[in-house]
């Protein structure tokens, strides 16, 4: 169990990271083993240590949680300007990123509110030709339970945080 704490402040990292990266990576593994890494721009996390995420090109993730549920879900701030500051000053501010333990669910249709969440998020590119092609037909989503967090650390420069 997360403590709530550390939840909340899962939540804000998260929020930060997909902001500056426009998506997290979700690391699966198929039947023999060899790894794979799936960008999704489509992850939300819930308030109740549970996620989800839109499910519509992934099919070697999908391959690979037919075989096994477990998965890493790592986000980082690929942000320029907090990279740059960070390592002008030598310190971190906060985390830059997280993974996050999980076992992510079958598919199942989006409700209302999970179509409305996406929607708000692709909002802004919405009037692109890219946006149009590959964010317009959002009907599946995956159900991510989460069992455990590790942050992404570089403790020389982290001492603050640690």
Not at 94 to 110: C, F, K, N, T, W
Request: charged share 20%.
């Amino acid at each position: 169990m997360i403590l709530e704490k550390d939840w909340k402040n899962i939540q804000r990292i998260f929020k930060l990271a997909q902001k500056a990266s426009i998506h997290a990576s979700i690391a699966t593994v198929d039947q023999y083993g060899q790894p794979n890494i799936t960008p999704i721009g489509t992850v939300f996390l819930n308030d109740n240590q549970t996620a989800y995420f839109f499910d519509t090109f992934t099919e070697r993730l999908g391959e690979n949680l037919a075989q096994n549920q477990k998965a890493c879900i790592q986000a980082v701030n690929s942000g320029k300007l907090f990279w740059l500051s960070s390592l002008i000053q030598g310190n971190f501010s906060d985390y830059p990123g997280v993974r996050l333990y999980v076992e992510i669910g079958d598919l199942r249709p989006a409700t209302e509110q999970e179509k409305l969440a996406v929607k708000q998020r692709v909002k802004p590119l919405q009037w692109t030709k890219g946006s149009q092609l590959i964010w317009s037909e959002f009907t599946h989503v995956r159900d991510i339970k989460i069992n455990d967090f590790r942050w992404i650390k570089y403790p020389r420069m982290m001492e603050n945080l640690i």
